[in-house]
DNA sequence: CTCTCTGCAAAGCATTTGCACATTG
DNA sequence: CAATGTGCAAATGCTTTGCAGAGAG
């Protein structure tokens, strides 16, 4: 069963079923944000009330596992899923904890290049950048941690 | 009191005090490895045992405030501290963990680039390369997380 | 003597997991 | 119906914190 509306995305065509839990999940990090775990029960349980946070962890380890989205942590913060992209990077704010999607695509070439060196293999890499935003640039210093 | 082989580095400068606890966490990180906050309470006890994980938490974020010690978080592991050394970044290995520095100084310049464009100030950043080491390289593969 | 620091143990968060029941194909 | 998925609640791992006593200046 697959109604108009169900998002779907490759997820019936792995080992994996396509449940409503799973689809409410993918629906709910379609418009392209950086969700926590929390965050996604939220806006899932909007229309399906009584979903477990288990059930939302164990959807996004398949969801990742299956390459439909990508989990990115930072210090301090619980991890943000997102579906998944054009390689791109972050920038975290550091006052209100905002994150910021941005590309810099010649960071593939030194992050291959350092691998290489070092002996790596099957790399993959990410720019993290913390500062403040421009919202957030009137207000007082905060220390970074 | 500032004894013959105790380790200051500014400590004793700052508004904190230089404790025997404190002064062997900077011992600890001395040789210049990434350790977790259970590894240093290991070497720490070795010299003087008794002393805490709590200790070895509070110690750890005066010695970042005062700018002694970095902390370093990946996803899955226990943050990484190390003794604050020129900039560099991190190689991860997806199998067994262990943890390189390497430099990459143009990082620096697409950093900045970017979080101007963005309209950040006050930025760090760090870039994280995850890949397979070489002595894991003949190991067979273990997805990555 | 006052302020800072420490050990201990409990609390806090984010995440994972065991189990019995529900759902799917 | 057999396999997979889910809710619930307990467990886990890492880190933080309140408190009462110990140590430093």
Same mark, same amino acid.
């Given at each position: 069963?697959? &109604?108009?509306?169900?998002?779907?995305?490759?997820?019936?065509?792995? %080992?994996?079923?396509?449940?409503?839990? %799973?689809?409410? $999940?993918?629906?709910?990090?379609?418009?392209?944000?950086?969700?926590?775990? +929390?965050?996604?029960?939220? %806006?899932?349980?909007?229309?399906?009330?009584?979903?477990?946070?288990?059930?939302? *962890?164990?959807?996004?380890?398949?969801?990742? +596992?299956?390459?439909?989205? &990508?989990?990115?942590?930072?210090?301090?913060?619980?991890?943000?899923?997102?579906? #998944?992209?054009?390689?791109?990077?972050?920038?975290?704010?550091?006052?209100?904890?905002?994150?910021?999607?941005?590309?810099?695509?010649? $960071?593939?070439?030194?992050?291959?290049?350092?691998? +290489?060196? +070092?002996? *790596? #293999?099957?790399?993959?890499?990410?720019?993290?950048?913390?500062?403040?935003?421009?919202?957030?640039?009137?207000?007082?210093?905060?220390?970074?941690?």
């Amino acid at each position: 069963m697959l &109604q108009a509306g169900t998002v779907d995305h490759g997820l019936s065509q792995s %080992r994996y079923r396509l449940t409503k839990q %799973r689809a409410a $999940v993918l629906q709910a990090l379609s418009d392209g944000g950086h969700l926590s775990a +929390e965050a996604i029960l939220e %806006r899932v349980r909007l229309h399906m009330p009584g979903v477990s946070l288990g059930t939302i *962890y164990r959807t996004l380890d398949i969801l990742r +596992e299956i390459g439909l989205v &990508q989990i990115f942590t930072f210090g301090g913060i619980a991890a943000r899923y997102e579906k #998944t992209l054009d390689k791109h990077h972050h920038v975290l704010c550091s006052v209100c904890r905002s994150l910021v999607n941005v590309r810099a695509d010649s $960071v593939a070439d030194i992050a291959r290049d350092v691998a +290489e060196r +070092e002996g *790596y #293999t099957d790399i993959d890499f990410s720019l993290t950048i913390v500062g403040r935003c421009s919202a957030c640039a009137a207000q007082p210093a905060i220390a970074l941690r």
